[in-house]
């Protein structure tokens, strides 16, 4: 079993700044590819960014290009979302989550085996 532990999600003004971190216990996952989901109140859960279990390739969704970026540290068994140049449509609670068996996390790819509690990200003036 992994357990997933979202934090550093908060109140941040427009153009803003956050890192969001993922940790893992129970288990190394150094061999799973690993994703970044939200979710905005009233609209479904998406995948933001996915990170291949080799951390060669990404997938990124259109709305964040060039603004978020996903990256893990092995050696510490978690995962970042750093989160640049915010906006208020990036409001949402935002999820970690890991799979076993997937290659890389991809929309609609399935199965997600690993799932962290979520942490609030809200941008407003």
């Known amino acids: 079993q992994v357990q997933l532990v979202e934090s550093g999600g908060g109140l941040v003004q427009p153009g803003g700044s956050l890192r969001l971190s993922c940790a893992a216990s129970g288990r190394t996952f150094t061999n799973y590819a690993v994703g970044w989901f939200r979710q905005a109140p009233g609209k479904e859960r998406e995948l933001v960014l996915g990170?291949?279990?080799?951390?060669?390739?990404?997938w990124t969704a259109d709305s964040v290009k060039g603004r978020f970026t996903i990256s893990r540290d092995n050696a510490k068994n978690t995962v970042y979302l750093q989160m640049n140049n915010l906006k208020p449509e990036d409001t949402a609670v935002y999820y970690c989550?890991?799979?076993?068996?997937?290659?890389?996390?991809?929309?609609?790819?399935?199965?997600?085996?690993?799932w962290g509690q979520g942490t609030q990200v809200t941008v407003s003036a």
């Open positions: 989550a890991a799979s076993g068996r997937l290659t890389i996390l991809t929309p609609g790819a399935s199965p997600i085996d690993y």
């Open positions: 990170l291949s279990r080799s951390g060669q390739s990404t």
